[in-house]
């Protein structure tokens, strides 16, 4: 047993110790220079896709350094969307049966533009979106971003999402509920495609809206009107803007 003096004389050493601040762990530091690559739906004009403009320009005000890149691909109806994926010189995959030169050779996208900025600047990040067609080439990306590249995106955001598929933890409705969680997207039902990667799923937000015959062909068939939702709910915009500048 401590005696009374050696006690106290222990309490004395303790109360003379200094008592500047404790260097604690730091929380990872938000992302000071970013880029939002964003994939548009089928036939929608080229540029920034109607689904992300307002999450975007929400985005961008909220936290600086941030920059749009749209990715420049031909969003055909036949549905070929592998040209959104690399830069074919760079980065090549196998060519696609009834895939056209034109769209197998596209440059400058989701691929490329991730590697080509790491290049110049090795602490950028980058948030992953895509709107139907554009989220079927974002996954398709996905298998082949690793490494330094699968580090440096910080999240995923895909609407109408052809290759949703049942039972992620990803998955959510257009109110950020469960009422599509359980429900296949047209290329999973149909064998197809096999849904997101499992290792991109926690750094992703699946976004299907009920009735939606892309992303849920349970409760839709085709283009419905509520595939077309996105674009106008706000509160697709609020999970889009909360996700992104949560993950950044």
Not at 12 to 19: E, F, H, S
Not at 145 to 163: E, M, R, S
Not at 166 to 186: E, H, K, M, P, W
Request: charged share 15%.
């Amino acid at each position: 047993m401590l005696s009374f003096l050696t006690f106290a004389g222990l309490v004395a050493l303790v109360g003379a110790l200094p008592t500047g601040d404790v260097e604690a762990c730091e929380a990872p530091k938000p992302c000071a220079s970013y880029t939002l690559i964003n994939t548009r739906g089928t036939a929608e004009p080229q540029g920034e896709s109607l689904g992300f403009t307002a999450i975007n320009a929400n985005v961008t005000a909220e936290r600086p350094g941030g920059k749009i890149y749209n990715v420049v691909y031909p969003a055909d109806l036949d549905q070929v969307s592998t040209a959104a994926t690399e830069d074919a010189s760079c980065y090549p995959l196998p060519r696609q049966r009834g895939q056209s030169a034109n769209q197998f050779l596209q440059n400058l996208q989701i691929i490329n533009q991730i590697h080509s900025t790491l290049a110049t600047n090795a602490d950028e990040c980058f948030i992953l979106e895509g709107y139907s067609q554009g989220a079927t080439a974002t996954i398709d990306a996905m298998f082949n971003i690793t490494d330094a590249a699968f580090a440096a995106v910080k999240g995923v955001f895909l609407i109408g999402d052809p290759v949703h598929k049942a039972g992620l933890a990803c998955n959510v409705d257009i109110s950020g509920g469960d009422s599509t969680f359980d429900v296949n997207g047209v290329y999973v039902a149909a064998g197809l495609k096999t849904g997101i990667p499992d290792a991109w799923v926690p750094k992703t937000l699946d976004v299907c809206n009920y009735g939606d015959g892309i992303c849920d062909i349970k409760h839709g068939d085709g283009i419905t009107e509520q595939h077309l939702a996105y674009i106008m709910d706000e509160g697709a915009h609020k999970l889009g803007i909360d996700f992104i500048l949560k993950q950044l």
